[in-house]
């Protein structure tokens, strides 16, 4: 039984690209939240989908936004990189009475 | 103050030794979870908490709901065992998950 799976693992981009990142939960799982995690920092939370729609968000701004498929896959975009959106950005999927599940994160690199 | 208080920030010990790390809450949970993450990897969770005590392998975690404390056990360290522990609680009101601060915890041979 696969655990959540995220792509890509690594990406370099240049200020003022988008980007996109994607999640496939585990498998059972409805609810996806994405994280932001600094370099030697706690991890953030930016936004949380269930039943494809955004349930809640973190103090992100509007540049990041998500989507949710039928499936319970999910997508996490950026536009505009600036070089602070540098991190480790990681998906957790959960059910309502389950745990979390993490992927092994996307290390993106704004140069 | 902080929701999600861990202690110790630091820990270093020797290969053999009983580790533990704490974890005191200020809000009504619906669950706790520890969760561990190497460095520039992911993050593994190791438990789900809501009650009582859990154990796998050298790992085991315990919560008292009344107290809002919880502590995550390590017998018999490894080095393997270098890594951070952070403690996180789902709240009763909210989807996020919020964050203590995290334990880096090293194990020397």
């Known amino acids: 039984d696969a655990g959540v799976t995220q792509s890509p693992t690594h990406l370099i981009k240049t200020r003022g690209q988008q980007v996109t990142l994607r999640c496939s939960p585990k498998?059972?799982?409805?609810?996806v939240s994405w994280y932001q995690q600094a370099l030697g920092q706690g991890p953030q939370f930016i936004f949380q989908y269930y039943e494809e729609e955004e349930r809640q968000r973190g103090n992100f701004p509007d540049r990041f936004s998500g989507h949710q498929f039928p499936n319970y896959s999910s997508e996490l975009n950026v536009n505009a990189l600036l070089l602070g959106d540098s991190a480790l950005y990681l998906c957790?999927?959960?059910?309502?009475?389950?745990?979390?599940?993490f992927g092994s994160g996307t290390r993106l690199t704004v140069v | 103050k902080n929701e999600v208080e861990q202690s110790p920030q630091n820990l270093t010990a020797q290969e053999g030794e009983f580790i533990t790390i704490n974890c005191s809450y200020s809000v009504g949970i619906s669950a706790l979870h520890w969760l561990q993450q190497h460095p520039g990897g992911g993050i593994v969770s190791l438990f789900m908490l809501s009650s009582g005590k859990k154990k796998h392998g050298r790992l085991i975690a315990t919560i008292n709901i009344q107290e809002k404390h919880s502590s995550l056990h390590i017998t018999a360290s490894h080095p393997r065992d270098s890594a951070v522990y952070i403690c996180?609680?789902?709240?009763?009101?909210?989807?996020?998950?919020?964050w203590g601060a995290g334990t880096k915890l090293i194990i020397k041979p």
């Open positions: 957790a999927s959960s059910s309502p009475v389950g745990g979390y599940t």
């Open positions: 996180a609680v789902r709240m009763d009101s909210n989807y996020q998950l919020i």
């Open positions: 498998s059972g799982h409805d609810t």
